[in-house]
C-alpha cells in the first residue's frame, strides 16, 4: 500500500497543505493500491508564485539553453522506461501494447520540441516591421487520466522550447505515474520553478489555475463540459486557451476498400486505449450492400483483440479505469439497446473470468442511425456503432453530422480519391488507409472538439506572444 504525500513546487518535494486524501484503486482487480494526498487552493497558488519568478528568467533563456533542459529531461525518462510502462498498466490499466506506444511518444515530445527549436525564428519581419515571437507567461496544464505523463510531456516540452513556465495538475487518479514523474524532473537538474506539479481535485486545484491572474495560458485536454467550464473562467483575465477535447470520430470505408484490411484497422481504431481515447474512431460507416460481408468479418476479428490482465503483451483492451467508467458504458449499451441498435457482439455485463476489475465486452452495435445517442455521444470505452450509406457524398454528410470534430479516418484502395474524401471531413486530423502519429503536424478539433493546436509550429506559437516592433521612416 502506497501513499503519496508530496508534491512538487520550486524545485522541491513538499507536503501539501491539504489535508483529504484520495483512494488510488486498481483497475484490474478494484483492491486499494494506495492514496494521494490532495493540494488545496494554498498550494496552487505557492506553485503559481514559484512559476512566475521562474518565468523572469527563464523567458529570457535562449534556444539552446531550452534544448539542454528537454535532453536533461528526456535523459532521466529514458532510465526508467520499464518503469513508466509497468505503473501505467497497474494504476491506470492500459495495456502493455498501448503504455509501450505512450512511452515512445513520451520521447518523440522532447524530439520534436528540440526539432522546433533548431529551426524556429523567433524574431520575423513582417511587412517593414521587427515581430518578436515572446514567451506567453505561466501556463497552466490540466491534463485527465486516459495518458498521463503522455500529456504531460508534449505539453511540457512545448512550453519550455517557448520560454513558458509552468503549474500542472494530473489527474488525482494519477498519483503514481504522476509521481514517477516528477522522480524524473527531480533527476533533471532543472532551475527551480520552471516545472510545479499540484495533485488535486479540478473543483480546487483546477478552478484556482482558471481563475488565477498570475496564469497567462491553460492548455488543457478532457471532456468538452470541462474545457466549456475552464474557457469561461478563463475569460475573466483573458487567459490564452488551448482546449482539445472529446471526438466522435467517423471512419469512412470506401466500397472499393480492401475490407480484410480495413475492419481489423477500424476495430483497433475503436478499441485503442481500451476504447478511452478521445481520438478513437466509435462510428463506423460502410456501404449499405457491404453489411453483411463486414457483419462477418467483425465477427472473425473480435477474437483476436483479447481482453484481460493489462500487463499480458498479447492482451488488447483491459479494463475501464474505474467503476464509475464501467457503469457509465454500460448504461451506453444499454442505452444503445433501448435506441433499437443491434448487437452484433458483446453486450451488457464482464468477460466470463474477469468479474473483479472494470472489464467491459467489446460491443459493436448494428443497425444504428446517425441521431441515437450511442452514435452522437463519446462514449469513452470499447463501443462501436455501425452505420451504413448508400453513396460516397452521403457518407460525408453523416461523418459531418455530429457537434465534433477531432478525428476522422478513410479508407480506400484509390489513394485519390480517400484523399479527396478526407479533404471533406471536418475534422482537425484525418486517417488515411492507417492510424499514425505526426509530432509536428497539429493536433486538435473543429467545432466543441476544442480551441487551438498542439505539436509542430502551430502548437509552439500558441505558446508565444508576437510584438510588433514599428519604427517609422
Known sequence: MKTIDKIYINGEFVTPKGTEYFDLISPVTNEKLGKVLLGNTEDTQNAIEAAKNAFKTFSKTTPSERIQYLEKIKSSVEKRKDDFINIMTEEYGGTFQFASVSYDYMLKSFDSAINLLNSYSFIKTMGESEVQMTPIGVVGIIIPWNSSNGF????????????????????????????????????????????????????????????????????????????????????????????ELGGKSPNIILDDADFSKAIPLAIAAAFMNNGQACIAGTRLLIPENKLDEVKSLIKETIPNFIVGDPKNPNTAVGPMVSEKQFNRVQDYIQTGINEGAEILIGGLGKPEGLESGNFVKPTVFINVNNQMRIAREEIFGPVLSVITYKTEEEAIEIANDTTYGLQAYVSSSDSKRAYNV?????????????????????????????????????????????????QPK
Open 152 to 243: 504531460i510531456c508534449s505539453k511540457l516540452s512545448t512550453a519550455i522550447a517557448a520560454g513558458c513556465t509552468t503549474v500542472i495538475k494530473p489527474s488525482e487518479m494519477s498519483a503514481q505515474q504522476t509521481q514517477l514523474m516528477i522522480e524524473c524532473l527531480l533527476d533533471a537538474q532543472l532551475p527551480k520553478g520552471i516545472v510545479n506539479i499540484v495533485n488535486g481535485s479540478g473543483e480546487i486545484v483546477g478552478a484556482e489555475i482558471s481563475r488565477n491572474p498570475d496564469i497567462s495560458k491553460i492548455s488543457f485536454t478532457g471532456s468538452t463540459n470541462v474545457g466549456k467550464i475552464i474557457a469561461k473562467e478563463a475569460i475573466n483575465t483573458m487567459k490564452r486557451v488551448t482546449l
Open 422 to 470: 478526407a479533404s471533406q471531413i471536418n475534422a482537425g486530423r484525418v486517417q488515411i488507409n492507417g492510424i499514425g502519429h505526426d509530432p509536428m503536424a497539429p493536433f486538435g478539433g473543429f467545432k466543441q472538439s476544442g480551441i487551438g493546436r498542439e505539436f509542430g509550429t502551430i502548437g509552439l506559437e500558441a505558446y508565444l506572444e508576437p510584438r510588433a516592433l514599428i
